[in-house]
């Protein structure tokens, strides 16, 4: 069973920075991408950023500038670097591992979600 485990969230004033970790644990063959979602108050989740197990990289025009997605292979690990803070940023950031392939599903890719770290930034 993969299990995703994020840390990093919590309170911060407006223009501050945060840095978000998920690990991913289990019996893992590979992951092809992890990301970070974010579901405020009220709204859907959404994108916020995305990165494939070769470097490729996905933002939400609305972070473009301000967040940086980087990963761990070895560590199975992905990292969210959130500079500049605004209060609309408040939410809470789901990890997300895309197309984890396991030796119970070892040709098909499963998603797997975090339960989420919740990131409040205060005006």
């Known amino acids: 069973q993969v299990q995703l485990v994020e840390s990093g969230g919590g309170l911060v004033q407006d223009g501050g920075s945060l840095r978000l970790s998920c690990a991913a644990s289990?019996?893992?063959?590979?992951?092809?991408?992890m990301g970070w979602y974010r579901q405020a108050p009220g709204k859907q989740r959404e994108l916020v950023a995305a990165?494939?197990?070769?470097?490729?990289?996905n933002y939400a025009d609305f972070v473009k500038g301000r967040f940086t997605i980087s990963r761990d292979n070895a560590k199975n690990t992905v990292y969210l670097q959130m500079n500049n803070l605004k209060p609309e940023d408040t939410a809470v950031y789901y990890c997300?591992?895309?197309?984890?392939?396991?030796?119970?599903?070892?040709?098909?890719?499963?998603?797997?979600w975090g339960k989420g770290t919740l990131v409040t930034v205060s005006s």
């Open positions: 990165i494939t197990s070769g470097g490729t990289t």
């Open positions: 997300n591992a895309g197309g984890v392939r396991t030796p119970r599903s070892p040709r098909y890719g499963m998603d797997y």
């Open positions: 289990g019996s893992i063959f590979e992951i092809n991408s």
